[in-house]
């Protein structure tokens, strides 16, 4: 497992946080929660994308030659 892919989502975590701190400080309640939704829309992609990579090498760990 990569740290990198760590990195990615703590970094993702924190801007959507502060987008979501400052639209909520500043009124706007559903811009805050359509950030919310994408930061979360984008860290799942992130996710699947490794789950596939990991799924395709155990497949091949298991093939039969």
């Known amino acids: 497992m990569d740290v990198d892919l ?3 989502v703590g970094a993702i ?4 946080a502060v987008f979501n ?3 909520a ?3 706007r309640d559903e811009q805050a929660m359509f950030v919310t939704l994408a930061g979360v ?3 799942m992609a992130l996710i ?3 789950m596939n990579d990991l799924f395709m ?3 091949s760990v ?4």
């Open 6 to 8: 760590i990195f990615k």
């Open 13 to 16: 975590g924190i801007v959507v």
């Open 21 to 23: 701190q400052i639209l």
């Open 25 to 27: 400080k500043t009124g």
């Open 41 to 43: 829309i984008v860290v």
């Open 48 to 50: 699947i994308s490794m």
């Open 57 to 59: 090498e155990v497949k």
């Open 62 to 65: 298991f093939k039969l030659y």
